[in-house]
């Protein structure tokens, strides 16, 4: 008689159980992880946030920089604290749990960032403590200014239009875990990891101090060609060609003698001008 060879049940279950135990530090990091990303996300937003007020706020507009202790203050509280947070003028986050965002803690759950003011706003290249740190020429500017007629670099902000905000944060490390939590996370305890998020613009061509200031970058030639037809000499035979043109375009709807002089505004911005009437003047 040939012996029979015995069967095997359950190799493909404990192979299975095997290369799953190997898993479970991986999928405990997983979280972790995600936190981690979370907070980058948030440094980025962070550094446009600050980036993006210099549009409003900088050296062209009325009310000048925002304070740079200011901007990290609002900062700390509007994308580090507790989401819920209201947005409030002034308003300062503390160093209590009551503020914190409580899903950036470790597994024991000890605080991520320690201390807000871990959170740190600086300003170009350098990391320079003041808002002009940020200002730097742009590489351009040479080609722009080649000629008198180009000088768009100096008009448009271009020489030190390029404004840099950085938003950094120092997170604390993972190194007081007890019991099973020592070992799974015990690398995080020696990472002394930080976060640094930068946002670049171009600020000064987005405002100015007043209307006038408008008006003056709008007045130049090689941005705005057509305000040569504000000189009378230049623009009658142009101005009289194109509204009979307009009028044939038009006829038989219009009239003779009811549409003449109803052409297009060449040139002239100020019929485009949003005048505020006196009584409704602050």
């Known amino acids: 008689m040939t012996p029979r060879a015995r069967r095997q049940r359950g190799q493909a279950l404990t192979e299975f159980i095997v290369v799953a135990l190997a898993l479970v530090p991986l999928f405990l990091l997983m979280p972790m992880i ?10 980025e937003m962070a550094s446009r946030y600050v980036a993006f007020d210099a549009i409003a706020n900088n050296a062209n507009s ?50 991520l960032i320690r201390k807000f003011g871990d959170v740190t706003v600086s300003f170009g290249p350098g990391n320079g403590p003041n808002n002009a740190d ?38 604390g ?23 640094t998020r930068s946002t670049t613009l171009l600020v000064n061509p987005w405002t100015a101090a007043d209307a006038n200031a408008i008006h003056q970058r709008l007045s130049h030639t090689l941005i705005f060609p057509g305000q040569v037809l504000n000189d009378p000499s230049k623009a009658k035979p142009i101005k009289d060609a194109v509204a009979l043109a307009v009028d044939a375009m038009e006829w038989p709807d219009c009239f003779p003698g009811i549409c003449s002089g ?7 911005l100020s019929y485009f ?3 505020v009437p006196v009584d409704r003047r602050p």
Not at 34 to 43: E, F, L, P, S, V
Not at 262 to 268: C, D, R, V
Request: net charge negative; no cysteine.
């Open 273 to 275: 001008d949003e005048v």
């Open 34 to 43: 995600g936190k981690y990303q979370d907070m980058a996300h948030a440094t």
């Open 62 to 111: 009325a009310s000048g920089f925002k304070d740079p202790a200011q901007l990290a203050a609002e900062v700390r509280r509007r994308f580090f604290s507790n989401a819920d947070a209201s947005i409030k003028t002034g308003d300062e986050a503390g160093d209590f749990n009551a503020n914190r965002n409580l899903m950036w803690t470790d597994p024991q759950g000890e605080p």
């Open 134 to 171: 940020g200002m730097r020429g742009a590489a351009d500017r040479k080609p722009f200014n080649a000629l008198p007629v180009y000088e768009t670099a100096e008009m448009m902000g271009l020489q030190s239009g390029i404004y840099q905000a950085n938003v950094h944060v120092t997170l």
């Open 173 to 195: 490390n993972v190194d007081q875990l007890l019991g099973n939590y020592a070992s799974t996370y015990k690398e995080l305890g020696q990472l002394s990891l930080s976060m």
């Open 262 to 268: 109803k052409g297009p505004k060449l040139g002239e």
